[in-house]
């Protein structure tokens, strides 16, 4: 994870529910650091909670072009799939994510 200052105020954002806020903060961030996976990831997910999809789709598949180990960001990918419906996806994105041992802290589940 970046350890700069506007991305832990992103993320502190992010665990507070207020991803409006730390979507403004991450792209922020983005602009300084735009080959941070960790932007890209934790942006994407925010997207998802905020119903915007079609968005967080490319910014996560640029988050795992940029580290494509980190089992987290093929875990937002299969949500993603999943919520646009296209299961077969989505299964093979849990399946990457599982394969890299899926477990991450900023995980929270997505309320429906």
Known sequence: M??????????????????????????????????????HGLLADGLLRLGRVQEAKPTVAQAIKLEPQESYFHYVLSIAHSIADDLDSAETS???????????????????
């Open 94 to 112: 849990i399946q990457k994510a599982i394969e890299l041992k899926f477990s991450n802290p900023v995980w929270r589940p997505i309320p429906s």
């Open 2 to 39: 970046s350890d700069s200052l506007l991305f832990q105020r992103a993320y502190c954002l992010y665990t507070a529910g207020q991803f409006a806020a730390a979507e403004r903060t991450l792209r922020t961030e983005l602009a300084e650091e735009p080959d941070e996976a960790w932007n």
